[in-house]
């Protein structure tokens, strides 16, 4: 009997971690029933951790909270407070692009995720956690900032609209009256590793996903270079090469400059599932997330994985929506698109596929 330990990210937009592994793990024991199946299902600072958090931790509870959603439409959220007085607050399900009713680039902002982490730290969080993957805005954190006690201004000393738009014209920023951090310190989990501007930042990389067109990137842009100036200005000494600083349209360096230091945010989902001994314990490993591509060696969850299972030597297979890069490190990989015959059909009903990437798997690999 070999010990089969499957630890997916969730394919986004079509199916959670916890489903894609159940998935794939029924596809590897309809071909192998006699083996051990482990399910582990991961995330990385986006849609997913606090769920992934709450599965992991006995005692976590989960705190429901009205919020202010990316474009302007109340969402109910929640929140989870661990055992230890740490508070996990996760972008993705307040302000994150699932949240919108359609795609908005210059307004979508982080309000919510501000009003999420204020109400964490009235509650007498210790520290904080932020997930800030799967970001629906390009505001640079401002709206979170806002939220938590900020004030930026145009040239006339009004408030900004919120977004992005606002950013184009603000003027003047006031950090005097924001929240101080909890004893603890923060933590910010994301699976990105981009500076806040230039052809590898925020904008140019993440706008389109946001529903900006190319020609509107350029703006999106100067609206960043703009609030990172003001802030200097207001004393803020975070660096826009910073890495991390593009992560979630911004929200990285917004947070940045309140106080709070970047995580990778896979590593912090897996120390808090004990994934690494899980790994070392096992004969193969399967991961996969929505589309592997050249970023997903950047701090996402099959890279973590992968990295995981080497280190104990353990060989690690990956199951994915698509694959656009090649699966360096990995002993097998297979496609949902593949399998289904194009993407569309792989969307449609992504656990069917995984059930079947899970077999094929077993197939080629048991």
């Known amino acids: 009997m070999s010990v089969i330990v499957v630890a997916p990210d969730s394919f986004k937009g079509s199916a959670s971690a916890a489903d894609v592994a159940s998935a794939l793990a029924d596809g590897w024991r309809a071909e192998r029933p006699g083996d051990r199946v482990v399910l582990a ?27 202010t959603g990316p474009d302007d439409a109340p969402v109910d959220a ?7 007085g740490t508070a996990l607050v996760e972008l993705a399900d ?4 699932g949240r919108m009713r359609r795609l908005a680039p210059f307004d979508a902002h982080t309000v919510g995720f501000g009003e999420a982490i204020a109400t964490a730290l009235a509650a007498g969080a210790s520290t904080l956690l932020l997930a800030i993957g799967g970001s629906a805005s390009t505001d640079g954190g401002a709206g979170a900032l806002t939220a938590l006690g900020a004030r930026f201004l145009d040239a006339d000393g009004h408030g900004i609209p ?14 005097s009256g924001l929240a101080p951090l909890p004893p603890g310190g923060a933590r910010i989990l994301g699976d990105v590793t981009s500076p806040l501007l230039g052809p590898a930042g925020a904008a140019a990389v993440f706008g389109r996903q946001k529903g900006a067109a190319d020609d509107e990137l ?12 003001v802030l200097r200005e207001a004393g803020a000494t975070v660096e826009v090469d910073t890495p991390g600083g593009g992560a979630a349209g ?15 945010g896979a590593g912090a989902v897996g120390d808090a599932i004990g ?24 701090g996402k969850v099959p890279s973590y994985v992968a990295g995981l299972a080497e280190a104990s030597g ?34 449609a009903d992504p656990l069917r596929w995984a059930h079947a990437a899970g077999r094929a798997l077993a197939k080629r690999n048991g």
């Open 78 to 84: 929640g929140w989870l407070m661990l055992p230890d």
């Open 275 to 298: 994934l690494p001994g899980t790994i070392a314990a096992a004969d193969v490993v399967i991961t996969g997330e929505g589309r592997f591509d050249r970023q997903s060696a950047s």
């Open 314 to 347: 353990v060989p690690v297979l990956l199951a994915a929506g698509s694959i656009a890069a090649p699966a360096t490190g990995f002993a097998d990989a297979i496609s949902l698109t593949e399998l289904a015959g194009g993407a569309e059909a792989a969307m």
């Open 218 to 229: 350029p703006m999106l842009e100067a609206g960043l270079r703009r609030f990172a100036r």
């Open 94 to 97: 307040v302000s994150g692009i």
């Open 250 to 264: 911004g929200t990285g360096f917004g947070l940045m400059v309140w106080g709070a230091e970047m995580a990778p």
């Open 162 to 175: 919120r977004g992005n738009r606002g950013l184009g014209v603000v003027a003047e920023a006031d950090l």
């Open 41 to 67: 299902p991961m995330a990385d600072g986006g849609e997913g951790t606090l769920d992934a958090f709450a599965a992991a931790i006995p005692g976590a509870v989960r705190n429901p909270l009205r919020a």
